[in-house]
Each structure stands twice: as C-alpha cells, then as structure tokens.
C-alpha cells in the first residue's frame, strides 16, 4: 500500500456524508441544548459535531495492486474503491458541474458558519449579511472554471477579506460591536482559507470499479501518473 502524497478524497462514500450532515445538525442545534442542559451539555454537543466533521473528512490517497482505497477521519474510514479504470484532470471544468461530487466538500463552510454563529452567540439580523456573503462565495466558486478562478486569485483574496466587514457594517454601531468585530474577523479569515483552498487545489476525477471518485492534489499530472492515467484534459 503506498500513499499518493499531496492528495486527499474530495469525494464522499454514503456513510462519510451522512456523518457530515449530523455533525450540522448536532451543531444547529447547540444552543437550544444550552439552554436546557446548560454549559456541560453545550461543550459536549460541540465536541461531538467537531468529532464527526473530522471523521468525515477526506484525508489521503493510497494505492495498491488491489486498487484505490480512500481514507477518512485519519484513517478511522477507509473506503476501497477498486480498480482505477480512468483518470482525468478536470481543472478546466466549472465546479459547478461536479457538485455532487463536492457535495461533502461544500459543507466545510457552512459548518464553519454555523460554529461561527454559535461560539459568538450571534443570532437575529446580524447572521443575516454573513449567510450572504457565504453564497456569494460558494456562487463564485461553483459557477466560473477553476482556470479563471486562478486568474483572478487577488482580487478573490480581497473580496473574501473585505466582503464580511462591508457586508455587516450597519451593525458596527448597533449595540453588537463586539459579536461584530468576532464574526467579521473568523469569517473574513475561514473565507479567505475556503477560497485559497479551492482555487489552488487541482482536480482530478477518477473512474472506479465502484463508480467515480474526486480527488484534490497539489499537482494533477502527478497524480493522474501515479494512477495510471493519460491526462484527459
């Protein structure tokens, strides 16, 4: 068995996907326990989400003559794929179209979003321009090609820094400066990761005996080398 460095599953089996949707669940429903259960309860359901996001998070790649096996949660799930029959970049597509895919992927933000909310116990209006800003982020992520998306990496830098502050502005002065001045901080910055995450990230899609696979690498050719594959660029 060795290990494909700089390469970790994007993709999600069945079980690694639904422990993602609980670890949202269990922390959308963090406050109501506070209130009913108090802090012990609280610090437990926030550790367990935390848990469960991790477990569900694609970690590395390895490869062996038995074929492709996905590891999960530091290797906690493993995931074997089977023989690789086809390997192709598919950096130059819009993510958009691989969306399901991504699924499992696209639910780190809004995780954070919610942890966001919860650790500086906002609520009302002024979650109202941060859910903005999240799909103004995911709707630029999603709908352009990642070639383009390099392109203009500075000027997505800049929009994920800035956006959160002037977005939330009017709340500046409203009596929530301090939960203002948090949030816009840890938005601006776990926006800025998201966006330097996927942008620099390289595709790779991977056709398997037990169907289709993405991967995430830092060089795509290494990997498509690696599996066996011509670049179907």
């Known amino acids: 068995m060795v290990r494909l460095r700089g390469a970790w599953p994007l993709s999600a089996p069945g079980i690694a996907l639904f422990l993602r949707f609980v670890a949202v669940a269990l922390l959308s429903s963090v406050g109501w326990v506070m209130e009913n259960y108090g802090p012990a309860g609280y610090f437990a359901l926030l550790l367990a989400s935390a848990f469960l996001f991790g477990v569900s998070s694609g970690w590395k790649v390895e490869v062996s003559e038995k074929g492709l096996t996905l ?3 530091f290797g906690i799930l493993r995931v074997n794929a089977g023989e690789v029959l086809e390997v192709k970049n598919v950096g130059e597509l819009k993510l958009g179209t691989l969306w399901k895919d991504l699924a499992n992927s696209l639910l780190v933000p809004f995780f954070f979003m919610l942890l966001s909310f919860v650790l500086f116990g906002v609520k009302g209006f002024l ?3 941060f859910v903005a800003y999240w799909l103004v982020l ?6 352009f090609p990642v070639r383009t998306l390099k392109e203009r990496m500075g000027r997505l830098f800049l929009l994920a820094l800035l956006l959160p502050w002037a977005l939330s502005a009017p709340f500046a002065a409203s009596g929530m400066e ?7 901080l840890f938005t601006s910055l776990i926006g800025f990761w998201f966006v330097l995450s996927w942008v620099s990230m390289e595709y790779v899609e991977v056709l398997v005996e037990n169907g289709r696979f993405l991967i995430g690498c830092h060089d795509a050719e290494r990997v498509i080398k690696a599996l066996g594959g011509a670049d179907g660029a």
């Open 71 to 73: 590891v999960y949660g």
């Open 127 to 129: 979650v109202l321009p």
């Open 138 to 143: 995911y709707w630029i992520t999603l709908a």
């Open 178 to 184: 301090f939960q203002w001045f948090g949030l816009s």
